[in-house]
């Protein structure tokens, strides 16, 4: 669909960007073929079907423009883009269609085919579009029921629809989202109501969505959200039947104008008279494990009303919706424990009179899982604060037990031995390959103190990690580059050097770990000199806003932990002995 231009860039079939196997095993869910290519047309991802109905493997297509390899007129002859449809609705970012078009096999043989395509968000938020195809001998729509006055989905639309569903509800990890998502598939094409009730991890009901198709507007009724009763065990009514997984239904006000059973009756009551829903279909949304909820589709102003060869269909929906939810909840879920753990394994910071700090921790957005970064400062046995930054190889729950370990480890020396930082780390590397699971870690580990005419002196050492950064008051900048020696857990047991500074008045000092530095596409040089501009910029903001300020310009946008340690020294040093 892109031009030829683009081809020779698009023909490399293994790139950065590439998909992972989710797009492909949700292709393999379209009973018919489909492929989806990338905002340049160019092939990401082929179903079997589609490698079946072309006579071409995925590996051979991937990556190349689909316009030129697919595309042709009912001669065989290379179709001019200004004579394809697809393309236009392509370029447009649009939905289209055609009931008959060709295709090239491999062969060279011509495939007569009706399509449908849809532009979509992938889950790297990249403009893809998915398209679906027929062999047109197959695609014959399907014969109108009698009783019905809308004319009902051809095969082509009802694989069409699902594809899209499958696409779109996976490409998200968000709840809520994919709920949107749900609502925005089934609006206004199928209904012009949906009503989503999920089951929370408490076995409560909660109505969390009641959404009305109102043109091309899609409107929340919050009057009608919120805390349902709960299901009862016994109840033949369709709601209570679709919340406990046992069939769909199809469903009419006078369905709930007899006496109701449970308080759950009494609410579709309130929910059909406001609505004026006349006709709704109710199926579960069931996970892996567990029914997580129920989903109505309700006609009020729409023509028709729904019948029992409806269901499969709406099943089909309701059955990626719930696969869908079980993924994002259970990404939550796990990011929800991480995050806590960590929380909880970062220490508090110690008051020391005369200093200021300020600490923040940011996980990955996109990582479900803890990380090895961590910050620390604590009080030594004489009267100096130490202070400390580190970063455990790996971005797990064993990373973070790694990191947990490193800490106290260094805590217990620091505080004992009242020896150089130099030689603490040394005591340190010494014991983590016996006693740790630590494979390799980075630190900056300092102690700071009050000098006798009152200013404060930071005496430090170097593991492997990015120097930390002194900022004047004044804007001037300085990376503290001395101290520095090998990373830790290398089993080579080399000494370390001491660094010892004076720290300015109102100076502020920043610790930080790699994932504020490492922008993808640039030079670590480049992160540090950006690091560099924007604390000089931000020298005179109080320091916890100097923090979140930095945090905000510099971090890459989700790519990894940040753990960051800022420190400020009064703005004038006492008279006589601190």
């Known amino acids: 669909m892109a031009g030829a231009a683009d081809t020779e860039s698009g023909g490399q079939r293994h790139r950065d960007d590439a998909p992972g196997p989710r797009l492909t095993e949700a292709l393999e869910a379209i009973g018919t073929g489909a492929y989806v290519v990338d905002a340049q047309g160019r092939i990401l991802a082929v179903n079997s079907r589609a490698e079946e109905l072309l006579g071409r493997r995925g590996e051979d297509m991937a990556g190349q423009d689909a316009h030129d390899l697919l595309h042709r007129g009912p001669e065989g002859q290379q179709l001019p883009a200004t004579q394809c449809g697809m393309r236009q609705a392509f370029h447009a970012g649009r939905p289209g269609q055609a009931a008959l078009d060709h295709f090239a096999r491999a062969d060279g043989s011509l495939l007569s085919v009706s399509w449908l395509i849809t532009p979509y968000s992938g889950h790297d938020r990249d403009a893809h579009t998915l398209v679906v195809f027929h062999p047109r001998e197959q695609a014959r729509p399907a014969e109108p029921s009698p009783e019905r006055s809308v004319r009902p989905l051809s095969e082509l639309e009802r694989l069409a629809l699902l594809a899209e569903t499958t696409t779109r509800l996976t490409s998200t990890l968000n709840v ?213 930054v580190g970063d455990v190889v790996g971005h797990d729950l064993e990373a973070a037990a790694g990191m947990a370990q490193l800490r106290n480890m260094l805590r217990a020396y620091a505080w004992s031995q009242q020896e150089p930082p130099s030689r603490v780390v040394e005591r340190l590397d010494e014991a983590i390959m016996p006693i740790t699971d630590v494979s390799m870690a980075t630190l900056v580990f300092g102690r700071i103190s009050r000098t006798d005419d009152g200013l404060w002196r930071l005496s430090w050492t170097n593991a492997g990690h990015p120097p930390p950064l002194l900022v004047t008051r004044e804007g001037l900048t300085d990376y503290l580059t001395d101290g520095h020696s090998l990373l830790l857990g290398t089993g080579l047991g080399t000494s ?83």
């Not at 709930?256 to 759950?264: A, E, F, L």
């Not at 939810?325 to 910071?349: C, G």
């Not at 960051?564 to 006589?576: M, N």
């Open 176 to 388: 809520d989202e994919t709920l949107r998502r749900l609502v925005a598939l089934v609006l206004p094409r199928l209904a012009d109501w949906a009503v989503i009730d999920l089951i929370t991890e408490h076995d409560e009901v909660w109505r969390t969505a009641v959404v009305h198709a109102e043109g091309d507007r899609l409107v929340h009724r919050e009057d009608l959200e919120g805390p349902m009763p709960p299901v009862p065990e016994e109840s033949l009514m369709p709601l209570s039947r679709a919340l406990r997984g046992v069939a769909s239904a199809l469903a009419e006000p006078d369905t709930y104008q007899r006496t109701p059973d449970s308080g759950i009756a009494v609410e579709q009551r309130r929910m059909f008279d406001a609505t004026g829903i006349r006709s709704a279909a109710i199926v579960p949304i069931r996970g892996t494990r567990e029914v997580l909820g129920a989903l109505t589709l309700g006609r009020a102003d729409a023509p028709g009303d729904f019948s029992t060869p409806d269901l499969p269909l709406f099943e089909d929906i309701a059955r990626r919706a719930g696969l869908a939810l079980d993924n994002a909840r259970l990404y939550q879920r796990q990011r929800a424990v991480a995050e806590t753990m960590q929380k909880h394994l970062l220490p508090q910071m110690p008051r020391v009179p005369g200093l200021q700090m300020a600490v923040r921790y940011l996980p990955a957005p996109d990582a479900s899982q803890v990380g090895g970064d961590w910050y620390d400062a604590f009080s030594l046995s004489d009267g100096a604060t130490a202070l400390a």
């Open 496 to 578: 370390r050097p001491d660094a010892t500074v004076l720290l300015p008045p109102g100076c502020t000092l920043l610790l930080y770990t790699d994932g504020l530095i490492e922008v993808p596409g640039h030079t670590l040089d480049e992160g540090l000199d950006l690091l560099r501009q924007h604390a000089a910029a931000l020298a005179h903001r109080p320091l916890p806003a100097f923090a979140d300020q930095l945090l905000h310009r510099v971090r890459p946008p989700g790519l990894d932990d940040v753990a960051l340690l800022a420190l400020r020294t009064p703005a004038s040093a006492p008279h006589g002995h601190g």
